[in-house]
């Protein structure tokens, strides 16, 4: 099994995955912060996971609501045999994340989180993930622009867009302002990437 395979199954269920560049930004920046415990927020059928498993010697702990993608996520982890680097959590994100919170070890635990999950639900989480993350280690967002809405509100073409494109850009904001963050990056290629780290304590 190869990534177009992938690729063609996420077309087949309507599976929303990352793009091309977006691909390729998440790889490289994989191979030059060379994690060794990620956090995925959103695992889909795999595709980003094994982007950053097969980039890496990491293990990965990625949540994911959708039962169904769990079942083709945890297929396409063993057939790119990354299965045994994978903790999956089935279950809403704000529930499982809340619970590493309230267990002490997950303190500062991940060197890596990848948020690419409910996008109006981005700023609720941000706090805990920050209290997740490692001091100096990296946190990575997927689709913080929005198919380029966050620039351009007054285009969005319903109420709910904008809702989303709102609560995106408040975290854009929260990001830019936290007193925890720094070396901030916002990417403006396909759905925006947005990159930061967190200080040394």
Same mark, same amino acid.
């Given at each position: 099994m190869n990534y177009d395979d992938i690729l063609t199954l996420a077309k087949q269920?309507?599976?929303?995955?990352?793009?091309?560049?977006?691909?390729?930004i998440l790889e490289n920046l994989i191979? @030059?912060?060379?994690?060794?415990?990620? %956090? *995925?927020?959103g695992?889909?059928?795999?595709?980003?996971?094994i982007i950053m498993l097969k980039s890496s010697s990491a293990k990965l702990v990625t949540i994911e609501h959708n039962k169904n993608y769990v079942k083709l996520a945890k297929s396409n982890f063993k057939k790119f045999k990354v299965n045994k680097r994978v903790k999956i959590?089935?279950?809403?994100?704000?529930?499982?994340i809340a619970e590493m919170v309230a267990d002490n070890k997950y303190k500062d635990y991940f060197d890596f989180i990848f948020?690419?999950?409910? @996008?109006?639900?981005?700023?609720?989480? %941000? *706090?805990?993930?920050?209290y997740l993350l490692k001091p100096n280690s990296t946190l990575v967002v997927d689709n913080v622009l929005f198919r380029g809405y966050t620039t351009n509100e007054q285009?969005?073409?319903?109420?709910?867009?904008?809702?989303?494109?709102?609560?995106?850009?408040?975290?854009?904001?929260?990001?830019?302002?936290?007193?925890?963050?720094?070396?901030i990056k916002l990417i403006d290629t396909e759905d925006g990437?947005?990159?930061?780290?967190?200080i040394s304590k």
């Open positions: 269920y309507a599976v929303p995955i990352v793009r091309t560049k977006s691909h390729s191979k @030059k912060n060379n994690p060794k415990c990620i %956090l *995925e927020i695992t889909a059928i795999g595709y980003s996971g959590l089935f279950g809403d994100c704000h529930v499982k948020l690419d999950g409910p @996008k109006a639900q981005y700023s609720l989480l %941000l *706090e805990n993930l920050i285009i969005a073409p319903t109420k709910r867009f904008k809702t989303i494109i709102k609560r995106l850009n408040d975290f854009i904001d929260m990001c830019k302002n936290h007193k925890e963050l720094y070396d990437i947005l990159y930061a780290k967190k």
